[in-house]
């Protein structure tokens, strides 16, 4: 089964959009690398979100204009970052306190697969160097809840969302919602399926099934993406 690569109804900036609608005011959060981190750009103005990260920084900002970057202030993917006022630094066994003591609210991570229980890939590929996995383990098992926003399909074209994840874990039945340029699925966590809950627009919820190889329930008409 392969997905069709000619159109991504969604942006990766507006599937960042999307997951930012998850944040609550006073949240502790954590942003993976990747997509996740454009997150950051859009917290709405009317709340208050503490961004957290593994190196030790609470309060991280926006990504930093070119006449703002501060080459020693990083986030854990390396990347350049602002900080809020309020911010704070700490070092990187106490960060990873915060996450194993259950103390961050939402984590929004990147995926290269996702099993139809809620099973997470998301630190290596077999035969391909990797620096290592990081927070990752940590943030599936200690955060209170975990949302993963990604591409519904890989370059290959092939589905990321499968029935059993082939590389190696991350962390199992953990992730409360995926966030693709295609829909939202949230978790039921009776039935240990992922439920279609809203679609981006131009895409049915055929083209989803086409396009997903794990089992997903759909029980009402799914909503349009807020975008």
Same mark, same amino acid.
């Given at each position: 089964?392969?997905?069709?690569?000619?159109?991504?109804?969604?942006?990766?900036?507006?599937?960042?959009?999307? &997951? &930012?609608?998850?944040?609550?005011?006073?949240?502790?959060?954590?942003? %993976?690398?990747?997509?996740?981190?454009?997150?950051?750009?859009?917290?709405?103005?009317?709340?208050?979100?503490? #961004?957290?990260?593994?190196? %030790?920084?609470?309060?991280?900002?926006?990504?930093?204009?070119?006449?703002?970057?501060? &080459?020693? #202030?990083?986030?854990? %993917?390396?990347?350049?970052?602002?900080?809020?006022?309020?911010?704070?630094?700490?070092?990187?066994?106490?960060?990873?306190?915060?996450?194993?003591?259950?103390?961050?609210? #939402?984590?929004?991570? @990147? &995926?290269?697969?996702? @099993?139809?229980?809620?099973?997470?890939?998301?630190?290596?590929?077999?035969?391909?160097?990797?620096?290592?996995?990081?927070?990752?383990?940590?943030?599936?098992?200690?955060?209170?809840?975990?949302?993963?926003?990604?591409?519904?399909?890989?370059?290959?074209?092939?589905?990321? #969302?499968?029935?059993?994840?082939?590389?190696?874990?991350?962390?199992?039945?953990?992730?409360?919602?995926?966030?693709?340029?295609?829909?939202?699925?949230?978790?039921?966590?009776?039935?240990?399926?992922?439920?279609?809950?809203?679609?981006?627009?131009?895409?049915?919820?055929?083209?989803?099934?086409?396009?997903?190889?794990?089992?997903?329930?759909?029980?009402?008409?799914?909503?349009?993406?807020?975008?």
């Amino acid at each position: 089964m392969r997905c069709t690569l000619h159109r991504m109804p969604l942006n990766r900036d507006q599937v960042a959009r999307r &997951a &930012a609608r998850e944040l609550r005011d006073g949240f502790y959060v954590n942003l %993976g690398i990747g997509m996740p981190t454009l997150v950051a750009n859009h917290v709405p103005d009317d709340i208050t979100v503490w #961004l957290q990260s593994e190196n %030790g920084l609470l309060g991280m900002g926006p990504f930093p204009t070119e006449d703002a970057v501060d &080459a020693d #202030l990083i986030n854990a %993917g390396k990347q350049t970052v602002t900080a809020v006022p309020g911010a704070s630094y700490f070092s990187s066994h106490e960060s990873f306190e915060m996450i194993r003591g259950g103390h961050i609210d #939402l984590a929004i991570l @990147g &995926a290269m697969e996702i @099993g139809q229980e809620g099973d997470i890939a998301n630190w290596m590929i077999p035969g391909k160097l990797v620096k290592g996995m990081g927070g990752a383990m940590d943030l599936v098992a200690g955060v209170q809840r975990v949302v993963v926003i990604m591409d519904h399909c890989n370059k290959r074209g092939d589905p990321k #969302l499968i029935p059993a994840c082939t590389l190696p874990l991350t962390g199992v039945a953990c992730i409360d919602m995926v966030i693709t340029d295609l829909c939202v699925l949230e978790m039921d966590p009776e039935s240990r399926r992922f439920v279609l809950t809203e679609l981006a627009p131009q895409v049915t919820i055929d083209e989803v099934r086409a396009k997903t190889s794990a089992e997903i329930l759909v029980r009402d008409d799914p909503r349009p993406m807020p975008i």
